[in-house]
């Protein structure tokens, strides 16, 4: 069962792969690991509209969002209850806005646990449109 993830200062590693909004797939991105946690692995599921987060195959979290030409907002975000505390959901909000930067969107946290990450990682608040910061807190 899934539930909503906390916010968690765990170490991370990642193998953030994704498909991009035409179905292409990058190439992988450096592999990283987590405390006693496998390999996580971060990609893009736009059918789903959300990023996922698996660990060793099966999906650990993901983040919801709602896209428009230019813009992501992210809504949702939940880490498995098996996997909170061991740095998942930072590491999947770290590669979505990755993403997010690499494909020139802005960004609207409205999860949350995104806004909560940006205001934690201040080089992700130029994602966010300057007038909408005040609006997030940032």
Do not use: W
Not at 30 to 50: K, L, M, Q, T, W
Not at 56 to 78: M, S
């Amino acid at each position: 069962m899934l539930r909503r993830s906390a916010s968690s200062p765990a170490a991370r590693t990642l193998t953030p792969a994704g498909a991009t909004s035409s179905g292409a797939v990058p190439a992988p991105r450096p592999r990283h690991s987590i405390g006693n946690v496998a390999a996580v692995e971060v990609h893009d599921n736009p059918p789903e509209e959300r990023y996922e987060a698996a660990v060793d195959g099966a999906l650990a979290g993901f983040a919801e969002y709602r896209r428009k030409p230019g813009l992501i907002a992210f809504v949702h975000t939940e880490v498995d209850q098996a996997f909170e505390g061991h740095g998942v959901a930072s590491i999947l909000i770290h590669d979505a806005l990755e993403d997010a930067r690499r494909r020139g969107l802005a960004v609207l946290p409205f999860c949350p646990f995104v806004n909560a990450y940006i205001e934690q990682h201040s080089e992700y608040v130029e994602l966010v449109p300057e007038s909408q910061r005040e609006a997030f807190g940032l």
